[in-house]
């Protein structure tokens, strides 16, 4: 019945490694998002997807990559983790474009790099 | 660039008393939408508004669209312990995404 999936729930990481986080939804839904979300809890939209092609690429480091697969999947890989790079990463989907539609969100990553 | 601004970023009530969030938008939106996140969870939808000086309820929690639809509140009456979280308002960018306010983070005393 999980509408917006995410995997893991927990990463802890060391500085320097790679990692990469999973996101799924199955509400049929064209567009996917993903969000960084830092200790004082603003959501900071970092991409977006429309049908598997990009529409936003916010300023965010190169060593933040998104993939989807297809539209049903949007994954994060994340190269040379930093310390900076700790929050929890939700990732979001809407049925498409216009503005009228709701989002939901999926229950979060969240990444400690030691 | 498209901004939208809500205060305040925390508010800590005791338990009975009222809250509101307020949301400001530097342009004119078709529509806004509202969030709550708990602690520990995410962002889910509450409500959306869409026509200037709209007003919706949900039991005790009332939503209001300015009339230049470049504002909008969140006011909720005799909070209880189960109010608590961060309240988001959020408004349509230009690329298909939402703009989120910073939220206002509620905490209720008991």
């Known amino acids: 019945d999980t509408a917006v999936s995410q995997t893991p729930k927990y990463l802890v990481t060391q500085m320097g490694n790679d990692k990469s986080i999973k996101c799924e939804q199955n509400?049929?839904?064209?567009?996917m998002y993903w969000y960084k979300q830092d200790s004082k809890k603003f959501l900071k939209i970092m991409f977006s997807y429309n049908n598997k092609e990009l529409i936003i690429n916010e300023t965010v480091p190169n060593r933040f990559s998104p993939k989807s697969p297809d539209k049903a999947h949007l994954n994060l890989h994340i190269n040379s983790l930093e310390l900076g790079d700790s929050a929890v990463y939700f990732c979001a989907s809407r049925p498409g474009l216009a503005d009228l539609y709701e989002q939901y969100f999926g229950p979060g990553t969240r990444l400690t790099v030691t | 660039g498209q901004q939208v601004m809500q205060i305040p970023q925390y508010q800590h009530v005791q338990e009975g008393e009222d809250f509101t969030t307020y949301c400001n938008s530097s342009t004119t939106l078709s529509n806004i939408q509202w969030y709550k996140q708990r602690p520990g969870g995410h962002p889910v939808f509450l409500i959306q508004?869409?026509?200037?000086?709209e007003v919706k309820k949900q039991k005790r929690l009332t939503f209001q669209f300015g009339e230049a639809k470049k504002n909008s509140s969140l006011h909720i009456t005799a909070t209880q312990t189960t109010d608590v979280g961060t309240y988001f308002c959020?408004?349509?960018?230009?690329?298909?995404?939402?703009?989120f306010g910073k939220g206002t983070k509620l905490s209720v005393k008991p």
């Open positions: 509400l049929g839904h064209d567009t």
């Open positions: 508004l869409v026509k200037s000086g």
């Open positions: 959020a408004g349509p960018g230009s690329q298909g995404n939402l703009i």
